[in-house]
């Protein structure tokens, strides 16, 4: 069974971008996979048509089977969104905010308070439950966004740029996390501008640009396939070195 099932998938903006060009893609469920490419790139508008944020105007996306479309709610409640930027609530709680996503998905009382609380230890969030969002550091506002993502254990996690802005610390905290419920059989779908990063956790990655998949495989092939000895150097060579510089800020 594949996590994700992409077949000629388009998405054209009412603007007239053609931000999607008849992309074909698998995600195997279990998978951690990475999907790495510039700004600009199609990835968020990806992620946006997988989870019903944003409609495709051409093609199917499947998540675990169900038609991202014609049966978003089953497929949507497959899917833990951590979104690249922080949209939480500054008004809740944060436990609040973890027992209203559970409520959202349907789980019963009891079932919510064993998992917030569960979530808030493993996040180390336990003494800021009753504390509103917007009093939160950054931080500790991106450990509840993935909290929440993970809240009515959904079968795939997606990760938009979790690491951006995150301190060292943390970014190791988080990993060790996302490594072990990826052990445990979660499909974790992970874009992000750290090409080392997505080398070192990925099983799988897909380079995408202009809205188009060059190339899909491990990090091992896709190195052989372009003759380069990092995977940065893949990406460079596809993307081109002015697109690595701006993704990462330098410029
Ligand atoms: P990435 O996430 O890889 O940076 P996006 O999916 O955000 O790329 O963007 C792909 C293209 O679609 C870009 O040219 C972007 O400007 C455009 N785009 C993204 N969202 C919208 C939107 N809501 N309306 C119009 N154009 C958009």
């Known amino acids: 069974m594949n996590a994700v099932e992409v077949k000629k998938l388009s998405k054209i903006y009412g603007s007239g971008t053609h931000a999607l060009k008849e992309i074909d893609l698998e995600i195997p469920e279990g998978s951690f996979f990475g999907l790495l490419g510039p700004n600009g790139a199609g990835k968020s508008t990806l992620i946006h048509c997988l989870t019903g944020l944003a409609m495709p105007t051409g093609g199917s996306a499947a998540i675990f089977g169900h038609d991202a479309v014609d049966e978003y709610q089953k497929a ?15 008004f809740l709680s944060v436990e609040d905010t973890l027992d209203f996503h559970g409520g959202y998905f349907g789980m019963r009382k009891a079932e919510r308070q064993k998992r917030t609380n569960e979530l808030l230890r493993d996040f180390s969030l336990l003494d800021k439950r009753k504390a509103r969002s917007n009093f939160l550091s950054g931080g500790m506002k991106r450990r509840v966004v993935l909290a929440r993502a993970l809240m009515h254990r959904p079968r795939m996690v997606i990760l938009d740029e979790p690491t951006a802005g995150v301190d060292v610390e943390l970014r190791l905290e988080l990993w060790r996390y996302i490594k072990k419920i990826n052990q445990q059989g979660t499909t974790i779908l992970l874009t992000t501008h750290y090409i ?4 070192r956790l990925c099983d799988k990655i897909a380079l995408i640009n202009k809205g188009e998949i060059i190339e899909t495989g491990t990090a091992e092939q896709l190195k052989k396939r372009f003759k380069q000895k990092t995977l ?5 060579k596809v ?7 701006r993704s990462l800020g330098i410029t």
Do not use: F
Request: no cysteine; charged share 30%; aromatic share 6%.
């Open 239 to 245: 993307v081109g070195r002015s697109e690595l510089t």
């Open 232 to 236: 940065e150097d893949v990406y460079l």
């Open 196 to 199: 080392e990063e997505a080398e």
């Open 76 to 90: 949507r409640h497959n899917i833990g969104l951590a979104p690249q930027e922080i949209n939480l609530d500054w």
